[in-house]
């Protein structure tokens, strides 16, 4: 089973499947372009049977359909940078690369340039200096008032814990809440706080007077309770959780030829030498 799931889902062998496919698209022919398939897999033309199969699953195959995101997940963004004595970011850097479940600087961790900064479903690690902050950002979709709901983690006994911080940004950026927090916990909630379209809040993470030992858990909420100048709960709607939203970039989907090069880079006959 976990051969299959490899052969199913692994970057290597989806790259293999769009490689074997390009490899034919210069064939207008389908019972051409099935054969040449054949022959680069399985070493052999396929059967009347086979070549039948193959035609009916391409044409019977769907067209590509964009992945579909969850609603909430489109305002959480992934950076790095430096955090101002103000509260203000300097430069809001987007992390580079995800590796299916972390963003980091590449995929090589730690990254020779960014080091350290990494962030996932349920925390992360700052990088290696104050000026690479680890900073999970959500920008507000329309004008409400949010009250936020989070819990920091930090686990080791080691080092000297971590710096965690929530930016508003709004007309005038400033510090919400904050903890300096070393194998302990600390709930970062913020009762109420007032945003407009476009607002951002950071929830940032730097390393204490030195780096070692920084990785933390931080799941955080913001819970929509009503409009500026409304009372609270009039028009609550939005939930938006951090560990729930977490995505990366969309996976890239298989056309229908890639997908029966995939079908038969996946057969026994294939996998398995007689």
Known sequence: PQQSLFFLNHPWTLQQARTLADATNDLEDASERVSKLFQMVLLRKPTADELADAIAFVSDARPDQAVVTKATAQQWSYGYGAMNDDGSIGQFNLL?????????????YPDGKLGWVQLDAKGGHPGNTREHAAIRRWTAPREMVVKIESSFVHEPPQGDGVRAFIVGSGSTPRIVAQANVHQSMADLNVETLSVSKGDTIDFIVD????????????RSKLIEVGQPNQDQDA????VWDSLEDFEGDPPEQLDAWQQLAQVLIGTNEFLFVP
């Open 235 to 238: 028009t609550k709607s939005g």
């Open 96 to 108: 580079p690369h995800f590796t299916g479940q972390s963003w980091q600087g590449s995929a090589t």
């Open 207 to 218: 390393i204490g007077d030195g780096l070692g030992y920084d990785q933390f858990l931080w």
